[in-house]
């Protein structure tokens, strides 16, 4: 099961390419992989205005090809769900048959309170992989000098970005929400693996499916 964020809030990048357009390489990459395996897929988009929306695990590749195909649509408005990616976890908790693998491609810059104890619930049923999509300007904010910055609310707030403090400070904030979020997901025995939108997508992948791989294996 492939799972990918489709919020507005992907449709934001820095360096390289938006995290929406690396989401759906992402997604093309391991489809096609479970594919060649003749693995059933099914899909979840999620973060959309209009709702979650759902795609049938199946041989074929036309379901894969349906996932592929929505995931160019792009969300235009925020949407109304408060988090989506816990209403997604509910969803596969409680809608979901067990003993599947999950790939969670989400935006995780923000705190979710809640995740520890969905993941707890889902990992009881599933395998779980989290696939954070990441921009760089998520842990490093530039020196440009006074800024105006918006939240989905349309809040404004003048920012210094010439200020090292406080870009030494926003850094941190990433940081110590990066830490805690993969403290989480290894003491509950999921895997991570992070993608980056200014990184090779194919090697990053490839490097972090080894990884999980070799610890299996270890286990």
Not at 5 to 29: E, P
Not at 99 to 117: N, P, T, W
Not at 193 to 211: F, K, N, Q
Request: hydrophobic fraction near 40%; aromatic fraction near 6%; charged fraction near 25%.
């Amino acid at each position: 099961m492939i799972c990918v964020d489709v919020g507005v809030h992907m449709n934001f990048g820095t360096r390289g390419t938006f995290k929406s357009i690396l989401a759906a390489q992402v997604a093309a990459l391991l489809g096609w992989a479970a594919s060649e395996n003749h693995d059933k897929l099914g899909g979840i988009l999620f973060g959309d205005p209009t709702g979650i929306r759902y795609f049938q695990a199946s041989n074929s590749r036309r379901s894969l090809w349906q996932l592929l195909r929505s995931l160019s649509d792009i969300a235009e408005k925020p949407c109304t769900d408060s988090d989506p990616l816990l209403t997604t976890m509910d969803k596969l908790i409680h809608g979901t048959p067990t003993g599947g693998l999950i790939f969670l491609l989400a935006d995780m810059s923000q705190e979710i309170k809640g995740i520890e104890q969905r993941l707890g619930h889902l990992i009881q049923r599933h395998e779980v992989v989290l696939i954070p999509i990441d921009d760089i300007a998520d842990k490093e904010m530039p020196a440009m000098g006074k800024m105006i910055f918006s939240d989905m609310s349309g809040r404004e707030v003048e920012i210094d970005t010439d200020d090292e403090a406080g870009r030494q400070a926003y850094y941190q904030s990433w940081l110590d929400k990066r830490k805690h979020l993969a403290r989480v997901w290894n003491r509950l025995g999921a895997d991570m693996i992070p993608m980056r939108t200014h990184e090779d997508v194919h090697r990053s992948l490839t490097a972090g499916l080894r990884r999980r791989a070799f610890r299996m294996a270890s286990r």
